[in-house]
Nanobody
Framework: QVQLAESGGGLAQPGGSLELACATS????????IGWYRQAPGKERELVAE???????KYGDSVKGRFTLSRDNLKKTMYLRMNELKPADTAVYYC??????????WGRGTQVTVAP
């Protein structure tokens, strides 16, 4: 079993920044993808950013140029730096991990609210 723990959510003003972290723990795993998804009230969960086993990063269209995904392998932690935040970025952000046996893990989520 692998556990994912998000942190770093909170309230930010439009134009501001926040950084989320996702710490992984538990069993060793072979990475397929690790990334961030978000879900706003009344909307479907959507991809924010995702890193694959080749080191390629894919971003959702609405966050390109504003958000940056990074990973510290020694700390087993993934980060999402969010700049130029907009009210439309308000959502619960979830850490997601897909491992080689085909299993998908989700964190519990962290709330991000962007408001004046």
């Amino acid at each position: 079993q692998v556990q994912l723990a998000e942190s770093g959510g909170g309230l930010a003003q439009p134009g501001g920044s926040l950084e989320l972290a996702c710490a992984t723990s538990g069993s060793d795993y072979t990475l397929v993808t690790i990334g961030w998804y978000r879900q706003a009230p009344g909307k479907e969960r959507e991809l924010v950013a995702e890193l694959d086993d080749a080191g390629r990063i894919k971003y959702g269209d609405s966050v390109k140029g504003r958000f940056t995904l990074s990973r510290d392998n020694l700390k087993k932690t993934m980060y999402l730096r969010m700049n130029e935040l907009k009210p439309a970025d308000t959502a619960v952000y979830y850490c997601n991990l897909v491992v080689a046996i085909g299993y998908t893990y989700w964190g519990r989520g962290t709330q991000v609210t962007v408001a004046p």
